[in-house]
T-cell receptor, first 122, second 107 residues
Framework: QVQLIQSTTEVKKPGASVKVSCTASGYSFTNYAITWVRQARGQGLERMGWISGHNGNTKYAEEVQGRLSLTIDTSTNTAYMEMRSLRSDDTAVYYCVRDNDYIWGRGYFDYWGQGTLVIVSS | EIVLTQSPGTLSLSPGERATLSCRASQSVSRNYLAWYQQQPGQAPRLLLYDTFVRATGIPDRFSGGGSGTDFTLTINRLEPEDFAVYYC????????FGQGTKVEIK
């Protein structure tokens, strides 16, 4: 069965960086993409970025452009999200999701990781 | 960017009733590339429908979707206790965006 397993809770200070992993199994990693979605406590869903499992192409939301880096390791079927210059308003649960569009980044999200809580606090 | 506006913000209903949720887009969603998700408290969202009306794997047929262009609906017939949750719409015709959510709560 399809699974996306994410790394555990991170606590960081403002200005620091965080790197979250997402290991996929149960499907052909290179035939899909991974999108990263975050959700602040009590808030809605925000798409942050997309990376193709096919060729590593990326797209980033304007709000995090320049601070977010998405990468993949196809030898381990793992996607990584690194965010730099963290601020308190980056505190949220971060989800990796399987995206059915590995070409254009215009897909729906059929499987979700369990979420990784990132807390940014001094 | 396509902005999605969901209404109502909260829907108070009893088990067994029908829920009708609305998702309105700021511009036409081409090819009806619209999905719906359900999120239970403390859990990740779950895909319910894609391409406006196609049910995802394992989703019961009391969930149905409709609409086109800028107006879309999610209908839940005969609400079950596990259906009380928050629902989000998402368009993927262009760079994907989500609606702000509708909470279906027990009356």
């Amino acid at each position: 069965q399809v699974q996306l397993i994410q790394s555990t809770t991170e606590v960081k200070k403002p200005g620091a960086s965080v790197k979250v992993s997402c290991t996929a199994s149960g499907y052909s990693f290179t035939n899909y993409a991974i999108t990263w979605v975050r959700q602040a406590r009590g808030q809605g869903l925000e798409r942050m970025g997309w990376i193709s499992g096919h060729n590593g192409n990326t797209k980033y939301a304007e709000e995090v452009q320049g601070r977010l880096s998405l990468t993949i390791d196809t030898s381990t079927n793992t996607a990584y999200m690194e965010m730099r210059s963290l601020r308190s308003d980056d505190t949220a649960v971060y989800y990796c999701v399987r995206d059915n569009d590995y070409i254009w980044g215009r897909g729906y999200f059929d499987y979700w990781g369990q979420g990784t809580l990132v807390i940014v606090s001094s | 960017e396509i902005v999605l506006t969901q209404s109502p913000g909260t829907l108070s209903l009893s088990p067994g009733e029908r829920a009708t949720l609305s998702c309105r887009a700021s511009q036409s969603v081409s090819r009806n590339y619209l999905a719906w998700y359900q999120q239970q408290p403390g859990q990740a969202p779950r895909l319910l429908l894609y391409d406006t009306f196609v049910r995802a794997t394992g989703i019961p047929d009391r969930f149905s979707g409709g609409g086109s262009g800028t107006d879309f609906t999610l209908t839940i017939n005969r609400l079950e206790p596990e259906d009380f949750a928050v629902y989000y719409c998402q368009q993927y015709a262009v760079s994907p965006t989500f609606g702000q959510g509708t909470k279906v709560e027990i009356k």
